[in-house]
Structures are given as C-alpha cells and as structure tokens.
C-alpha cells in the first residue's frame, strides 16, 4: 500500500473536541428552551396583571394623613384595576418597618406601599444602618400622589404678626427663640434646620413625641414657633390658638388663603412639603410599573379623590415613574445636606 492510500488513525483531541461541542449543543437546547417558557411566561403574566388582589402597605397606623389618603387611593386603584388592593397597616420605628418590608418583597406588582417620601427619604439617610432601605436601589416608583404643606405656626406669646417681623424678633434675642418640632429626624425638625439657614435665625430645637405635644406647648408658649403639617395645624389657626405667619409652598393654600406663602412673606426659596406617593419593590416588570401608573392617572384625575386629598390637608397631584424617580432623588439630596450641615444624629 502507497503512503497515498495508507489510512490514519482518529486524533483523539478533534474526536473529544466533537464530543463536547455536540454534548454543549444538547445541553443548549434545553436550557434556551426553558429561558423562551420563562420569557413567555412572565410575559403573559405581565399581560394578565393583576389576576388577583394587591396588598397595599401603609407604613403607619389607622387614621393619620397617610393612612386616609392610601385608602382613598386604594379603594380607587382596586376600581381601575379591577382587583381587590387590600390595605394593611404596618407602623413601626417610623415608617421604616413597612417600607422595608415592601422592599423585600417579590417584585410582581403584588405588594404596594404608600409611603410619606420625604420621611422615607430622611429616614434612608439619617438612619442608613438600620432603615432597611435605600430610596434609589430598594424601590420602584410608581407615583407621587399628594404634597403636604407645612405652616409656619407661632403661640399668642409672640409678638410677631408677620414672618418678617418673627425673623428680626429671633435675631434680637440673645441666643435667639426656642422651635418644637414632632420629633429628632422628622420632617418639621429638618424644615425648621433649613429655615434657620435660609433666613440667619439662631433657634434652639426642642424635639417631642408627635405633633399633638409640640403644638400644645406652643400654645402655652413653652416654645415659641413650629413648622408642621397643615392637617395638624389648620383646626387651631381657625380656632385662633394659633397664628399661622406662612405656609411653605410656591402658592397659597386654598384652605388658608389669607396667609401668605414664605416667598411673599421675605423669605424667597423657601418650599417644603410632604410628599406621599406610590412605589412597587425594584425589579418589578415595566409593564406592571406601566400598568399601575395608567390606573394611577386615571385615580388621580377623580374629583372626588382629589376632594378627599385636600380634605386631609394635601395637594394631589399625579407623577410618571420617571418625574417620581427624579423628585425622590431631589429629597434625598436635599435632606441629605440639610441632616450633614446640622450635624443631626438619629435618637
């Protein structure tokens, strides 16, 4: 036989290399096969949402602000959405125990909350190791809802009839006026650090239990000025116990139309509310995000839902996910400052 015709045996590195590639390509085939049924799946779970009932986390107790404006807009979304949204109300260490708790949860459009944002966003920051949180990495926005002014309120003590003139008293006090607030980290106590900023005022900060003691005090002029919410100002301005100097929004409050906003008082600048909205854990789907935010809109263009939102002292209003996005991040960064210059240390 000539070395033409002579036959060679197998190279065994070309035999186990074809081994491989044929036992990759069977195993491939599965595996993108399971990858297209899951694809397809949580597609047509996507197109189906919801099939069954939402549950929508208040993260505070019966009755307060948040907890009226979430079932307002509860019971409206199970309308738009055709689903029951249950509420459930899970309070604790300031609102972070319900907020953390959503934001560990699945991320399928199943689990809600309705949280107060601007707490949310000083609570991430002011108590980083503990919250449970983060507002740009835990959460995925789906709306903000309402905003809640803050009235800048003095005691009958005070001789001070306009903000101006509470701003000349403060600075001729030596050691300057008292200000109670409803708690260390609160949004009032971080309100009433950028005042003392924005307008050059020594004050001296006096933190309580809730709203309902600080203003007390005020009236029986144990402190002499708390910036709160209006629904837990506005019964004891009309009731004449309190003076309300400003309120701390670009425009007035219809509710309180005689009293001028901080811009038209001197202080120009000056805005701060409370803002509440709706946010799903991160990762849920962007159809269900689109989806929850098409029922929101639809929710939020109901007069009576906006009749009820003023009722509790707030102002609807209504936010893509992307302008929610970006107004959570403006707190976070806002009050991020504000807790670093004022060197505030959580309790």
Do not use: C
């Given at each position: 036989?000539?070395?033409?015709?002579?036959?060679?045996?197998?190279?065994?590195?070309?035999?186990?290399?074809?081994?491989?590639?044929?036992?990759?390509?069977?195993?491939?085939?599965?595996?993108?096969?399971?990858?297209?049924?899951?694809?397809?799946?949580?597609?047509?779970?996507?197109?189906?949402?919801?099939?069954?009932?939402?549950?929508?986390?208040?993260?505070?107790?019966?009755?307060?602000?948040?907890?009226?404006?979430?079932?307002?807009?509860?019971?409206?979304?199970?309308?738009?959405?055709?689903?029951?949204?249950?509420?459930?109300n899970r309070a604790g260490a300031a609102g972070n125990l319900g907020a953390a708790a959503v934001a560990k949860e699945k991320p399928d459009g199943y689990t809600l909350l309705l949280g107060a944002l601007t707490s949310h966003s000083i609570n991430s920051v002011l108590m980083a190791s503990t919250a449970g949180f983060t507002m740009?990495?835990?959460?995925?926005?789906?709306?903000?809802?309402?905003?809640?002014?803050?009235?800048?309120?003095?005691?009958?003590?005070?001789?001070?009839?306009?903000?101006?003139?509470?701003?000349?008293?403060?600075?001729?006090?030596?050691?300057?006026?008292?200000?109670?607030?409803?708690?260390?980290?609160?949004?009032?106590?971080?309100?009433?650090?950028?005042?003392?900023?924005q307008a050059g005022v020594p004050l001296t900060h006096v933190p309580y239990k809730g709203s309902t003691p600080a203003l007390n005090d005020l009236m029986g002029g144990q402190v002499d000025v708390v910036f709160d919410t209006l629904p837990a100002t506005q019964g004891f301005i009309k009731g004449g116990r309190l003076r309300a100097?400003?309120?701390?929004?670009?425009?007035?409050?219809?509710?309180?139309?005689?009293?001028?906003?901080?811009?038209?008082?001197?202080?120009?600048?000056?805005?701060?509310?409370?803002?509440?909205?709706?946010?799903?854990?991160?990762?849920?789907?962007?159809?269900?995000?689109?989806?929850?935010?098409?029922?929101?809109?639809?929710?939020?263009?109901?007069?009576?839902?906006?009749?009820?939102?003023?009722?509790?002292?707030?102002?609807?209003?209504?936010?893509?996910?992307?302008?929610?996005?970006?107004?959570?991040?403006?707190?976070?960064?806002?009050?991020?400052?504000?807790?670093?210059?004022?060197?505030?240390?959580?309790?």
């Open positions: 036989m000539t070395a033409a015709h002579r036959s060679h045996p197998p190279n065994r590195r070309a035999l186990l290399g074809a081994a491989l590639l044929t036992l990759g390509a069977g195993l491939a085939l599965p595996t993108a096969a399971r990858a297209a049924a899951d694809a397809a799946s949580n597609a047509a779970a996507n197109a189906g949402y919801p099939a069954r009932p939402i549950k929508l986390v208040i993260p505070y107790t019966p009755g307060g602000a948040t907890d009226v404006i979430g079932r307002v807009v509860g019971q409206r979304l199970s309308l738009a959405l055709g689903q029951p949204v249950v509420v459930e740009d990495k835990s959460f995925a926005p789906i709306g903000v809802v309402g905003r809640v002014p803050l009235v800048v309120t003095v005691g009958p003590s005070v001789k001070a009839a306009s903000l101006g003139e509470f701003i000349a008293l403060a600075k001729s006090r030596p050691g300057g006026l008292n200000y109670g607030s409803s708690g260390n980290g609160s949004p009032q106590h971080l309100a009433a650090e950028l005042f003392k900023r100097l400003a309120v701390t929004t670009a425009q007035r409050v219809p509710s309180i139309a005689d009293i001028p906003t901080t811009a038209e008082a001197g202080l120009s600048g000056f805005e701060v509310t409370s803002m509440f909205g709706l946010l799903a854990p991160a990762g849920t789907p962007a159809p269900i995000v689109a989806r929850l935010s098409g029922a929101l809109k639809e929710v939020m263009g109901q007069q009576e839902v906006k009749d009820a939102l003023v009722a509790q002292g707030a102002m609807p209003t209504f936010t893509t996910p992307a302008e929610a996005r970006t107004q959570i991040a403006e707190e976070v960064a806002r009050w991020s400052a504000v807790i670093r210059q004022a060197g505030i240390q959580p309790d």
